[in-house]
């Protein structure tokens, strides 16, 4: 089924709605194919492909809402819902907070999006990938053992509403991640690499593995450590995580509720001057770029964080509405979510960071960002070093690392000029003040 034709569906189904009593009506509809192939124990151990097709209908009364979703495009059915979804919002309780839907203002083309290539992968031609990450990871380290997976997918969708918003989209994506684990005698090291893209012009899966096990290498022999107050470098996956995290909390959905530990605090400073962070959606061939939000808006770039300070809020129309400000195109199946989250770069490469650090820890990867309710941080490192003398040298144990988000954030002393870099993503080296290193010996 063409865009147009997923278009029409969608706008039949806005108008039964109306003519069913609602005041206004979304339509979402959505095909698309996906494959993977997953790797157990160095072999190929599953394929799995799978169709879908769907429609999500949103009608309001009084602000009250009715939802409905159905598998299958089937025309009379998706106008029965659209009709059903005008019922139930008669009978929801109004919300005095809904206003209006967004109606059809802006355009936004986003290139890059969609590769035929991409959409043309068989699953033969996935496993040839699958089998070629597990060979370069088992060049470098015979013995490792395997796990990964390569998935492709490719998706045409469209979104209407009552109020003439009418969006029609497409895209696809492709993906392998493998981690090596070795073990010789009672010791174990294990590392994780992928490569992501939405073109095969900047897929490049060839060096995942052996980049993965080279690394899982360094892992061997790792030590516990003191428990203290150190600096902190957040390697660029790590740093990737916590931004992502950052930008996530800045959603307005829970800060209008009062559920989040950024409440109150939108044009106050929350991080040190170095840090400014940008989310936009509408980078070429991003992985997480697109022309428009679920609700049709149009994206634009939003900047979150401006020299330490918290500008802006990402919002649906539903936040923005209720807030006085303009969408900001952030709109995801009824909640909010980012796109491609970026800081911007600082003055001192990666390796002048490192140099500065007398002792310290270095984290590769893992999940180190304020809790969204709370702020509080608290983590394990799964994949970190010991950094002494300004060099990274031993492998950390057993080790966790705890701060409050404030203090996290205020504590980001550099953000390096170089980068890891994947479609639509930036990720740089970051160096954090102090945090609690609990190493358990």
């Known amino acids: 089924m063409t865009e147009h034709e997923l278009l029409l569906l969608a706008q039949e189904a806005c108008e039964a709605g109306k003519q069913a009593g609602a005041d206004f009506v979304e339509v979402s509809v ?3 194919r996906s494959a993977s192939v997953r790797v157990e124990r160095s072999a190929i151990d599953s394929v799995e492909v799978s169709r879908g097709e769907g429609a999500s209908v949103r009608a309001f009364v009084n602000g009250g809402l009715g939802a409905v979703s ?26 005095r907070d809904f206003v209006t839907l967004p109606g059809p203002d802006g355009v936004s083309e986003v290139p890059g999006l969609y590769d035929p290539a991409v959409e043309a992968l068989d699953v033969p031609a996935l496993a040839r990938i699958a089998s070629e990450c597990v060979e370069s990871a088992r060049a470098v380290a015979p013995e490792a053992v395997c796990t990964g997976a390569v998935s492709a997918w490719a998706g045409r969708g469209g979104v209407a509403n009552s109020l003439g918003v009418a969006r029609a989209s497409r895209g696809t ?22 490569d992501a ?36 470098v957040l390697g660029p996956l790590a740093a990737s995580s916590l931004f992502e995290a950052l930008a996530s909390q800045a959603g307005a959905e829970a800060y209008q509720r009062g559920r989040s530990w950024l409440c109150g605090m939108l044009g106050k400073k929350i991080a040190s001057d170095v840090l400014t962070l940008r989310d936009d959606a509408t980078i070429p061939a991003g992985l ?17 964080i401006e020299n330490g300070v918290l500008t802006n809020l990402l919002h649906n129309s539903y936040t ?41 820890l270095y984290v590769n990867m893992g999940g180190i960002a304020p809790d969204g309710a709370t702020g509080d941080v608290s983590a394990t490192v799964d994949f970190g070093f010991l950094i002494e003398n300004g060099e990274i040298t031993r492998p950390v144990a057993g080790t966790m690392v705890a701060s409050g988000g404030r203090e996290l954030l205020e504590g980001i002393e550099a ?7 994947e479609p639509g993503c930036v990720m740089p080296t970051v160096l954090i003040r102090s945090m609690r290193v609990a190493g358990g010996k």
């Not at 009379?76 to 008669?90: G, K, S, V, Y």
């Not at 493998?178 to 590392?191: H, K, L, N, Q, T």
């Not at 953000?415 to 870099?421: E, T, Y």
């Open 288 to 304: 997480s770029s697109r022309a428009h939000d679920s609700e049709g808006v149009p994206c634009r770039p939003l900047t979150v």
């Open 173 to 194: 994506s492709v993906s392998a991640w493998i981690e090596p684990i070795i073990r010789r005698g009672d010791d174990v090291g294990a590392f994780y690499e992928f």
């Open 197 to 232: 893209a939405r073109r095969m012009e900047d897929f490049d899966h060839r060096g995942i593995g052996a980049e993965a096990a080279r690394t899982a290498m360094r892992f061997l022999g790792a030590v516990k450590v003191e428990s203290e107050e150190m600096p902190v």
């Open 320 to 360: 923005a509405n209720k807030a006085g400000v303009p969408y900001t195109g952030h709109a995801a199946g009824g909640g909010i979510a980012p796109s491609n989250v970026n800081p911007v770069l600082g003055q001192i490469t990666s390796e002048e960071i490192i140099r500065s650090v007398k002792r310290g």
């Open 415 to 421: 953000i390096s000029s170089d980068a890891r870099i």
């Open 70 to 95: 159905v598998d299958g495009l089937d025309r009379d059915r998706l106008t029965q819902c659209a009709r059903q979804a005008a019922e139930m919002a008669r009978y929801a309780v109004p919300d």
């Open 30 to 32: 959505r095909t698309g």
